[in-house]
């Protein structure tokens, strides 16, 4: 049995840390619809701050039920903000779990600077979590 804690969780989603695994977990909720960018902004603070104390080698973000609108926020404000907190806590692999048809799916894991993580996008969950399991990454291309 794997030790599996329900870290938080409000309205927007859930942090679950799963130890024996050695990822923490995003899941995202449908009700992000209705969030602010200032919402989201600190629900992805308070993120970091589990991965800080946590300090998993993964993480995970079930982005399939994800309603919030990126248009709406900058990839500046987190690679600015978050990124160096992940890159401060050991991450070393990001994995997207998406729904089939978003674009960045399939592609190469690679490294996206400032950020010192693989980072890889996924239909299927058990692909996600296979490639985070699997002890050596995949070459950067």
Do not use: C
């Not at 490294?111 to 979590?129: D, G, M, N």
Request: net charge negative.
């Amino acid at each position: 049995m794997t030790a599996v804690t329900h870290v938080y969780e409000d309205r927007w989603g859930a942090i679950i840390d799963h130890a024996d695994a050695r990822f923490v977990e995003i899941r995202w909720y449908d009700t992000t619809s209705a969030m602010s960018v200032d919402e989201f902004q600190q629900w992805l603070t308070n993120f970091a701050a589990e991965v800080e104390r946590l300090r998993r080698p993964s993480i995970l973000v079930d982005a399939t039920r994800f309603l919030f609108d990126p248009a709406k926020t900058s990839a500046e404000w987190w690679y600015a903000n978050i990124v160096p907190r992940y890159n401060a806590a050991g991450v070393k692999k990001f994995a997207f779990h998406m729904t089939a048809g978003v674009p960045e799916v399939g592609s190469p894991p690679e490294i996206q600077a400032p950020a010192a993580f693989l980072t890889a996008y996924f239909a299927w969950r058990q692909a996600a979590l296979d490639w985070l399991a699997s002890a050596t990454p995949p070459t950067v291309r």
